[in-house]
């Protein structure tokens, strides 16, 4: 049986990730930060739910050893989003750091305290965004989610180039817009929808695809 983590599954596109993939026969380690959301109402037998922050590294090591085995599949979900700030004078420079903290540094220090439980073949999603696009920067809004997802992105693409010797491979994704919390009552897209998309694209991952960033519904983005 494949096991997966998946960090921020408490709602949203984490918690359809999870009862999406537990369909397909994963035994899975859902983690949340702190109300355990629609987890609580999922019962499974293949299911285990863990309380980690994904700053608190004593928290990701406690996960880490409580995993028997391989983690063939790391879905690196949680993120927030910043107030959309329209101008930079509005811009928050704490609540700037948080996000960065949260979208940028958090996926790679889960990444690092996880690497041990994986080897060939694993698959690492990083949650990107369309908004970590530099050349689709259309607007000035939310610069500190968009640069946070930028920063994850080459993240990602440096962390790739390492990896691919240990035949792991890394897919930056786009989720979609997704109504979700943060994607609002507006978003065109479903959250099964979206997820149905996600593990398409990570059932075609090869080594190959290593460092490929795609939306859910496998269109290549420009960087
Ligand atoms: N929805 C969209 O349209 C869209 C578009 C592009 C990219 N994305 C990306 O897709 C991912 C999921 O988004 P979503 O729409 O599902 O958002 P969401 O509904 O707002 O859910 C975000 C999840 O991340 C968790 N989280 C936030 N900070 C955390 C922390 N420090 N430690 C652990 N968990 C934390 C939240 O936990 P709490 O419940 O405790 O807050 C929640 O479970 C994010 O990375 C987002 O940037 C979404």
């Given at each position: 049986?494949?096991?997966?983590?998946?960090?921020?599954?408490?709602?949203?596109?984490?918690?359809?990730?999870?009862?999406?993939?537990?369909?397909?026969?994963?035994?899975?380690?859902?983690?949340?930060?702190?109300?355990?959301?629609?987890?609580?109402?999922?019962?499974?037998?293949?299911?285990?739910?863990?309380?980690?922050?994904?700053?608190?590294?004593?928290?990701?090591?406690e996960l880490s050893n409580s995993i028997d085995g391989k983690i063939d599949l790391l879905i690196n979900n949680a993120g927030v989003a910043d107030g959309r700030w329209q101008s930079i004078s509005e811009i928050d420079m704490q609540h700037a750091l948080d996000v960065i903290e949260i979208n940028s540094i958090a996926p790679v220090l889960v990444t690092q305290k996880l690497l041990n439980k994986m080897s060939d073949d694993s698959t690492i999603v990083m949650m990107s965004s369309l908004m970590g696009s530099i050349s689709d920067c259309m607007s000035g809004r939310s610069y500190a989610y968009r640069a946070s997802k930028t920063a994850l992105n080459m993240f990602s693409i440096a962390m790739k180039n390492e990896l691919e010797s240990q035949g792991i491979s890394i897919l930056i994704m786009h989720p979609g817009w997704v109504e979700t919390d943060m994607g609002g009552p507006h978003a065109p897209l479903s959250v099964e929808e979206s997820v149905q998309g996600i593990i398409q694209r990570i059932e075609e991952q090869t080594l190959e695809m290593t460092g490929r960033y795609v939306q859910f519904d496998g269109t290549p983005i420009e960087w």
């Open positions: 049986m494949k096991s997966v983590v998946v960090t921020g599954a408490n709602r949203g596109i984490g918690l359809e990730l999870v009862k999406q993939l537990l369909d397909s026969g994963f035994r899975v380690y859902a983690t949340h930060r702190s109300e355990m959301g629609g987890l609580a109402n999922l019962n499974n037998q293949n299911l285990s739910i863990h309380q980690m922050d994904v700053r608190d590294q004593k928290a990701i090591d």
